[in-house]
């Protein structure tokens, strides 16, 4: 798979992320969520996450995490970086990348991560 096509993925995956998001602002009682969802659809995505960072709605948080990767992943195509670790700048495995071209970490930086995250959990 070429840099255009993992652009493409990531870019019609955030654009599905920030439709199912609008819609559920827009089916929310609450006028002031109604608006900020009218608003989001004029922003471009670095805005659209900032706006919703602020709204802090936790049903959102698994959705503008993802989207928040995915933004990382688009900003790395523009600065030729896509597909470098974030840890340890090797290549990540395209295996990866096919199965979620947002992932940030090779297979190596992502066990070390989990388990440095997993062991920070357990500290008293």
């Known amino acids: 798979m070429e840099i255009r096509d993992y652009q493409l993925r990531l870019t019609q995956q955030f ?3 920030k439709f199912e998001i609008i819609s559920f602002l827009t ?5 002031s969520l109604k608006l900020a969802a009218e608003k989001l659809q004029l922003l ?8 919703l960072v602020k709204l ?23 600065l030729g970086l896509y597909g470098l670790c974030s840890d340890c700048e090797e290549n990540i ?7 979620d071209p947002s992932t940030q970490r090779c297979q190596r930086c992502s066990d070390k991560h989990r388990l440095s995250k997993r062991s920070d959990s357990f500290a008293l």
């Open 27 to 31: 089916a929310s009682n609450n006028a």
């Open 56 to 78: 802090e709605i936790g049903e959102l948080k698994a959705q503008l995490k993802q989207m928040q990767r995915v933004s990382a992943a688009l900003c790395q195509i523009d």
């Open 93 to 99: 495995e395209l295996e990866r990348l096919n199965n």
């Open 44 to 51: 471009n995505n670095e805005q659209v996450i900032d706006e």
């Open 15 to 17: 654009e599905q992320l």
